[in-house]
């Protein structure tokens, strides 16, 4: 029993970072705390076969890494919408949208994530994860420990039951495939590191007054805007204009509430009205991309499952005066 005590701490103390691991694995936060939930379980009954000379946590990783790969099996790649087909060319209300599973989904920040510490924030933003979802799952797990959480190749190989060769054969492999990508979700890659908040005021202003031409003059006239799980997305200010305008009817009276996400990438709640005195209830989260002052992109994630993932609240009531404190 004590046995059992111990271990289940042990995976408890790496839970975090095990998330963070799974999230840029599967590209996915359901699924990485469904994986991390079948970790520790996995980790707790099988905690007395563990040898003495094998480190428990490269152990534990091993564990988690077999469940990843064994969901990543039959599946097919995650993506973004814009890496999936063309801007919009008519502009109507989206209607095509793919299932949970199809879309690369944003993830709350993940303190105490080694490669918080170990690597730039650029690790956990959508377009890398993105980008790793193009390699085959095992090169993904190789490289993510190696040069995500700087593990070494030997720390590495024994978390994958590997080689240090067959570790070093799958690095060269999987940077070959990165750099031959082409996905247009990796230009966001080299945004700025932090939004001017006088930006971000404005936009959460505009957005909440639905004033269309204040939003627009927030973006670059080449901005865009996507919407998972739909698969339509749009690109420039003309057609964004349109966008906007038809959904008017359904956004029109939304609040925003901040929030962190992929890296403190600047990103909000967004509450939609019930009815007239029904108070607001949860719609989509709201992930900025910004470059030089004004928005490059954003993505507005439609699923309302986000919501408790991010800790926030499944109502909030009309003319609340603490909108964003109760997180």
């Not at 094998?54 to 814009?82: E, F, G, Q």
């Amino acid at each position: 029993m004590n046995q059992n005590h111990e271990a289940w701490g042990i995976v408890e103390k790496l839970r975090v970072e095990l998330i963070g691991y799974c999230y840029r694995m599967m590209g996915s936060i359901f699924e990485a705390e469904d994986v991390v939930q079948d970790t520790m379980m996995l980790a707790w009954k099988n905690w007395d076969g563990l040898r003495e000379e094998t480190s428990r946590k490269a152990w534990i990783y091993r564990i988690a890494t077999n469940v990843c790969l064994d969901k990543l099996r039959h599946a097919k790649r995650r993506a973004l919408p814009m890496d999936l087909s063309d801007p919009a060319g008519f502009i109507a209300e989206p209607k095509d949208s793919l299932p949970r599973t199809a879309w690369v989904w944003p993830a709350p920040d993940f303190a105490g994530d080694p490669a918080d510490i170990a690597l730039s924030r650029e690790s956990i933003r959508l377009s890398f994860i993105a980008m790793l979802q193009t390699l085959p799952p095992r090169q993904r797990a190789v490289l993510i420990l190696h040069e995500v959480f700087r593990w070494s190749a030997k720390e590495t190989a024994e978390a994958m039951g590997m080689t240090t060769t067959a570790v070093n054969s799958a690095l060269q492999r999987s940077r070959a495939t990165l750099a031959q990508a082409k996905l247009r979700s990796d230009s966001l890659r080299e945004l700025d590191a932090e939004a001017d908040q006088r930006l971000l005021a404005s936009y959460v202003e505009a957005f909440e007054n639905y004033d269309i031409d204040q939003l627009l003059a927030l973006f670059h006239e080449n901005g865009s805007l996507s919407m998972p799980p739909f698969v339509m997305w749009v690109c420039g200010k003309m057609n964004m204009a349109s966008f906007y305008d038809t959904t008017r009817s359904h956004c029109a009276g939304s609040r925003l509430m901040p929030v962190r996400a992929n890296g403190n990438s600047p990103a909000y709640a967004q509450y939609v009205p019930i009815g007239p005195d029904g108070g607001l209830r949860p719609w989509s989260i709201h992930l900025l991309e910004i470059q030089n002052g004004k928005i490059a992109h954003i993505h507005q994630f439609v699923d309302t499952g986000l919501f408790a993932r991010f800790g926030l609240p499944d109502k909030v009531e009309h003319g609340r005066k603490d909108f964003t404190a109760n997180r």
